[in-house]
């Protein structure tokens, strides 16, 4: 790798200027822009070609290589590219957000600043019902009257709220103080900077359909606006690779190929002694977190399920 | 190092085993209790050695090899400790302890269960005044009349919010929904741990003054009864080398050895090619922040200030 | 979760207690050795329950929870938990396992101390062929009469390298300037932290058959000597659904679906759309590396491969 | 702040686009380039003001926030700029550049290439004497005589090392075992990208004397040739308040208090109190670390030694 004379240019993405600064809006009153990124997918092609030689030279290969380091999960080459937001979000999908530690953030201070008069509202038809069998998540929504009810409900609230702060600030409270009642759902706003590699893991985790609804609207938008238009290559190894990739366990894969050979009774023998089929008193077997993930699998492959 | 034959005991420390698991109350409902930790004074001791070699063995320097290595800034020792904690903390302080990025943390999602039915409350005398010079703190009290006042308001307004959480409840709504009006100020739980040098680095920024009382009080005591207690050596050089250090920068030590001297007439050149002593319309000089800070300082040393 | 009145006892680990301190011999000089650690199985279980909450709280589901995480790629819980060792090994071997960036390091300094006088040596019948397939790794043996020759050559060059050193220290040369030309298979020793998610990524990676075999040797004894020792359950969970897993494309996914339907025209049009079945001029398909994976895959499986 | 409208450019900085690509020399054959960086003095400030609000705004007034956010330590203004070098350097400064966690890294691998058929020399009059005071550094020249002795072997020994390289390639040595043997100043290369907080981290540390002379040559250039072209501002506020700087503990604070008022009794019972005034048998004190660094401090300032 002799590139010692080489006078280069610095790398530029065309698609992403022209919308940098320019905001996508989220939920009622946030958003999102791009305020500045570093490398593209060239840089990514250019980073493994430092580690892993020439042989990955021909540059009809780029697309071939990036999938290639995607799909094994190399992770130093997609560090190499940065992007920077400015968000403007609610504070409760903010705690969410915020858990993800390989990021550098600048956001707004409420000691220094009064408060973002605002936050998120919601719609009547927007209320979200309990889901029974995923204990974190919604599911459908809540009659329109009843969302009448609620919305009032939360117009009335949010007022207060406001009342209470501003209430404060005259009586001469400090800021660090007076914010201490502000609901959670006030907007705030940050400058947020994260290289590609976690940038992706962060909307794996976050475009994933189990992500609860706010921060997953913002996820969307970093995925398929920004990211998409930013590193395409890279984008679309992810969709492959990660957002529709499912593994298999030891177990299963054993199980698996049992049933691919049609030898169901093998199969059997393999989920009996993972334990996945004790017996239930009245008939069938016990219910089993394992084998029921299992079955969902076979039944999306149209896979004979030998337990059913 | 030839350690291969020696069998080892697991370190221990006495004084901290007594209060594991027992809380220390912080403020009105928050608590504080050590979980677990790896590691002692002679742990971070050990690292060094095996890093500097034999030089560094004898046993009655284990004090002066802790303090030399705080005081040249080493870390990778440091590291070597942990500690685990068991906080319970309301969120808007919460939101100031999770920006510390090296921390491992598991917090009670208000999505899997239902929000702590409690939320930090102020006393009438409590209430704190915004600061004028320092425009993130406060300074001072307000008075008892106004503070009454405020807390009356205060506890109405949580009647309001808990009332509004749970009617969103009755109604179904999904728990990831229902919680996005809480109070700032309604208390989390959680698991947090980190490594005794990032532990110091974090005590240093929360303890300090500048600090927002609420995380303050955490900070102190966990400082103070806690890390005191497992780390009495590392505690104390702390205490002389970052807590109680103050820093000059190359332009302030060169106008103190010139003040040394006696040469005040160079003390004032040295201030005027740095730019600090642009003379203002009206006599003196305009204000500049940064020889207001050597000011101070040469105060506190009980030497001659130049320019005034 | 009210935990207050409760004093704990240090959890610990009987089975990792009784080999504290005491060494695994690793290739022909080297060392493994546990020096502490934090946390255990239940510790993990327990930091999931903070955040899940209480509906995790069967005694009897603490395999299943464990497992649950693991296989659903849940982190913070096993970040509870740290492992800290004593290890000596070869430079080379160490600059791959340095790459890991979130451990806690001491390593001896050759700046200090003089370089240990040891580097790792090479029996006749343990020199590996370079592999055609795979650029990176090694196939076989080279037969022992190259082997004598090539191991003489060893022995032979290690004299002279450490007479090279020798001699420089004895005409005075500072020690960070006489090691510049030990062979980088010369031994070091360092205390090295890591988190068990941290852990268990580094023995993915290193205990995986395409890391190299001297690294390989550490990761495997730290695998399965300690780590199973240590966090029996965690360990189990990590071999079926880390170690043993498999996993499938979008595009992959999609052609397994269709081959289970049996409609293997579906499954030949999807690898097409995918760029998989380009003709080759001389018959048959050109090389694709993607294609050529699955195709392993499904024969693991038993299943048809459509383009054959 | 409400910048919602606007569409902003490429934030670029010209005198570092003109060097991008072109090598610095380093050493006898090393190298550094720049490949790229995102951010500059603006966007320092910028991210400042999303913190710190409105009252940072005036433009004139650039130069001094950055110099207020570095003299208080403040970091993640300086996380949203980033640059990303090639570097050639030796393996043996490479192992001690690599222990900064911070960078994101792709390095040339002897496993899947041949290595770099260089490794670093050492003129005549380059051969440096172990120092007494400071076992970790070196101590001026040894003699041309002695020089020229050393040079040979250094020559002598490496052309054996290629050729044991080469005959172990030649035999069909898998690359990764080839290597084993390479002398630790064989030059290797790298991508290396960091943030600029974490990038001052690493100069003050690499840049300061006690540096080995190799890295201490690398770093050099990184902050006065490419740093300072970069982020002017950010630059001279380092080299005044981090390089330049030096630190007083809370005991050396309070004697140079007791110093500045004339009192030497108060001074001397202050650092008798500190245990570093201990009669030494034969007159004077037994030697204290702590002392003797303040006595040095006290003679640059100027300041009269209470105990001399």
Redesign the interface.
Known sequence: ?D??A???????VPAL?EI????FEVLDDG?I?V?????DDQ?IV???R??????TKKTSDDR?LI??LL?HRHT??F??C?L?L?IRV???AW?QW??H??A??????T???IAIDS??T?APDQ?????IDN?????GW?DSK?GV??TQ??TD??N??RQ?YN??LE???????A????????YT???W?M?LHNLLHFLALRMDPHA?KEIRDYATIIGREIVARWVPLAWEAF???R?????????E?KI??AI??GDMEDAMRIATDAGWLKPAKKGGFIRN??RD?LTTKLK????KVPWE
């Open positions: 790798m590139q010692r080489e006078k280069l240019n610095r790398p530029g200027d940098l600064g320019v905001p958003l822009r305020i500045d990124y570093m490398g840089a250019q980073a493994a430092v580690s892993y030689g020439e042989g071939g999938r290639y799909r130093t080459p560090e190499m940065s920077k400015h609610p504070m409760d705690r915020i858990r530690r390989t550098s953030t600048n956001e707004t201070s000691r220094y600043s936050s998120q919601t209320w979200r019902v309990q889901a204990k974190q998540g919604s599911d809540l009843t009810e609620l409900a939360e609230f949010k207060t709220a209470v209430q404060r009586f001469g409270v400090a800021r660090e103080q914010r201490k009642d502000l609901p959670l759902c006030t706003e940050a400058y900077k290289d609860q969709e492959d690779y957002m529709g990739s499912v593994s298999y366990s030891r177990i894969h698996m190929a691919g050979t977190r394992e993930e999306t492959l149209n896979l």
